[in-house]
C-alpha cells in the first residue's frame, strides 16, 4: 500500500532555505551588525570612549580573578550587556539628529537627545552599586586599619568618634541634608548648561566626572575599604538621631548603601568634579555651589559613612578627573559640538 505524502511537508521541505542560502542569509545578518556597530561605535564621544574602556578593563579582572567571587559570568554579562545598550543609545541618538537635521526636529528626536545626554548619571549610579560585588575582586580583606590609623596619626583623634560629642538632632538633620546635595551637584550644573544647549561645556563636565568615578572604582578593587559605619559599629555611643532629612538618608542607605568602595569617598570625588566643572564653564554657579561642597565632605565625615582619608582621597580623585578630562576634552570633539 503506498504511502500518502502530506503536501505541508513537501512544501516546507522545498521552500526550506538551503546550506548555501543559510551561509549567505547568516553573512548578510553578520554584515549588517558589523556595520551598525561601525556606526555605533563611530558615534561615541570621549566620554563612551571611558565608560566603555572602564568597562572592558572591570571584565578583564573579572576573568582573571574569577575565583575571588560568586558570579564572575553573570558580571562579565552584565559588563557586556551595558556597554551594548550604550552603543546602541548612541546609534539610536545619532540616527535620531540626522533625520531632524532633514526633517525638523520632533519628539522621536528630542527624546533620544535627551537620554543619550542624561544617561551617563545612571552609568555612574550602575558602577558604584555594583562595587559591592567587585570590592573583594583582587584583595580578599579589609583595610579600614590603616585608615583607622591615618586619621589618629593626622588629628589625634578618631574623628568619627570624636565628633559625637557634638551631635544635637538640630545638627544632625543639618549634615544629613549637607550629604544629600550630593545628588544634585552634577544635576544642577549639567542642567543649566544642557539648557542653554551648551553642548561641549555639558559633554566636559560628564568626562571630568566620568575620570574621576573611573580612578575611584579602580582604586576601591584594589584597596577595600568598607567604611567607619561597618568597622567600628558599637563604638560610638548611639545612632544619630534628627529630622526628615535624617529619615530620608537613612531610607535612601537602607536600599543602597554598599559595603566597600569608601576609598576614595565617591561622593567627594563626583562632586569636586562638578564644581570643576562649574569653575570651568559657570563661575556663578561655581561660587553658589562652593559653600555646600566643604558642608558635604564633613558630614560624610560626620555620618559614619568615611574617614578622612577617604575625603582627601576624593578630593585628588576628583581634581584628577578634572586634570585629565580637560586634557581629553582638547584632544577630540564630542558628537553633539560637531553636528551644531
Request: glycine share 8%; hydrophobic share 50%.
Amino acid at each position: 500500500m503506498k504511502k500518502r505524502e502530506n503536501p505541508r511537508i513537501n512544501e516546507a521541505v522545498l521552500t526550506w532555505p538551503h546550506a548555501d542560502s543559510r551561509e549567505s542569509v547568516l553573512q548578510s545578518l553578520a554584515g549588517i551588525i558589523q556595520t551598525e556597530l561601525a556606526q555605533a561605535w563611530k558615534a561615541c564621544g570621549t566620554f563612551e570612549w571611558i565608560a566603555l574602556g572602564y568597562l572592558a578593563l572591570s571584565s578583564v579582572l573579572i576573568t582573571v580573578f574569577a575565583r575571588n567571587l560568586a558570579h564572575p559570568a553573570w558580571l562579565v554579562a552584565t559588563q557586556m550587556l551595558v556597554a551594548l545598550i550604550i552603543l546602541a543609545l548612541c546609534r539610536l541618538a545619532t540616527r535620531s539628529e540626522q533625520r531632524a537635521i532633514l526633517h525638523g526636529e520632533n519628539f522621536h528626536s528630542k527624546f533620544w537627545h535627551f537620554w543619550r545626554h542624561w544617561y551617563p548619571h545612571l552609568f555612574f549610579l550602575f558602577c558604584f552599586e555594583e562595587m559591592g560585588k567587585l570590592v573583594h575582586l583582587v584583595n580578599p580583606g579589609w583595610q579600614d586599619a590603616k585608615l583607622i590609623a591615618f586619621d589618629y596619626w593626622l588629628t589625634g583623634v578618631h574623628p568619627v568618634l570624636w565628633l559625637e560629642q557634638f551631635s544635637t538632632p538640630a545638627k544632625n538633620d543639618f549634615f544629613q541634608l549637607a550629604y544629600i546635595t550630593y545628588f544634585t551637584y552634577l544635576l544642577i550644573v549639567g542642567g543649566v548648561l544642557y539648557y542653554r544647549r551648551e553642548w561641549k561645556a555639558y559633554w566636559a563636565t560628564m568626562i571630568y566626572s566620568g575620570v574621576g568615578y573611573v580612578i575611584g572604582y579602580c582604586v576601591a578593587m584594589l584597596f577595600p575599604i568598607e567604611s567607619p559605619w561597618f568597622s567600628m559599629a558599637g563604638m560610638w555611643q548611639g545612632d544619630l538621631r534628627g529630622g526628615p532629612f535624617t529619615a530620608t538618608i537613612n531610607f535612601i542607605e537602607h536600599f543602597g548603601r554598599v559595603r566597600g568602595a569608601a576609598f576614595p569617598s565617591q561622593h567627594v570625588a563626583g562632586s569636586v568634579a562638578a564644581l570643576w566643572g562649574a569653575w570651568r564653564h559657570r563661575r556663578w554657579l561655581f561660587w553658589m555651589l562652593l559653600p555646600l561642597v566643604p558642608c558635604m565632605c564633613v558630614s560624610t565625615i560626620w555620618g559614619r559613612y568615611h574617614y578622612v582619608a577617604d575625603v582627601l582621597g576624593g578630593i585628588v580623585s576628583g581634581t584628577l578627573g578634572y586634570v585629565i578630562g580637560s586634557w581629553l576634552v582638547k584632544r577630540k570633539r564630542e558628537p553633539s559640538e560637531r553636528s551644531n
